[in-house]
Each structure stands twice: as C-alpha cells, then as structure tokens.
C-alpha cells in the first residue's frame, strides 16, 4: 500500500523557520528521478495550491510556485525516499495543511488531480 507520511508541522512565529519531511513508501518503482513530486497547502476555507513541485519529463526541475519564491527550499533524499520543504521567513498567510504529492507520469504540475499518491497533511500555523 501507497504510503506518504508528512512531519514538522508545528507552531511557529511569523519570520521563523520550519523544515516538512515527506517519507514516501509502498509504491512500486518509485524513485525522486521518474515520478513527479510536490508540495502542496491547503489554507481554512480555500483551495489546494501548490507550492512548489518538481518534473522529470516536460520541463525537467524544481518550480517554485508564487510566494515560495525564495522562502521556501524542496530537497529530496533518495537514500531515505524522503522529501523535504524548508521554510524560512514565514507569514501568517503561510497556515495550511501542507500535503506531498508524488505523480508517477513525472509531468509536475499544479494541478491537484494529476498527482496519484497523496500524504495526510501536516498544520503548519504561522502565528503574527
């Protein structure tokens, strides 16, 4: 069974700093350098949005979506099937469920029904 398992969620203080864990298991075949993963949040009373998601077809590499611009940093550990999201500098427009998302078609993208495997979500709550 398809398994991603978010962490670091917490509490913390606008202009500070908190790092998301995404451990992926239980997909056959999958490795950060064919499936599409990503970084998504969903926000009280809004959509899901993407914050940054990276391709290995189409156009290959790490894309930064709006806001996450310079804040926020995507790693992955292909030792660990395990993905990260730093976050720095954040606001209290930052508070969501943060979810991961994997694709196994590697076309990364936005679009919250193109990915086929989701996490549970973290809170993330950035308070002023």
């Known amino acids: 069974e398809a398994q991603l398992v978010e962490s670091g969620g917490g509490l913390v203080q606008a202009g500070g700093s908190l790092k998301l864990s995404c451990t992926i298991s239980?997909?056959?075949?999958?490795?950060?350098?064919?499936?599409?993963v990503a970084w998504f949040r969903q926000a009280p009373g809004k959509e899901r949005e993407g914050v940054v998601y990276r391709s290995t077809s189409g156009q290959p590499g790490t894309h930064y979506v709006g806001s996450a611009k310079g804040r926020f940093t995507f790693s992955s550990d292909d030792t660990r099937n395990t993905m990260y999201l730093q976050m720095n500098d954040l606001r209290p427009e930052d508070t969501a469920v943060y979810y991961c998302a994997a694709d196994s078609s590697g076309w990364g993208t936005t679009e919250t029904a193109l990915y086929n495997y989701w996490g549970q979500g973290t809170q993330v709550t950035v308070s002023s």
């Open positions: 239980g997909i056959p075949g999958f490795n950060f350098d064919d499936y599409a």
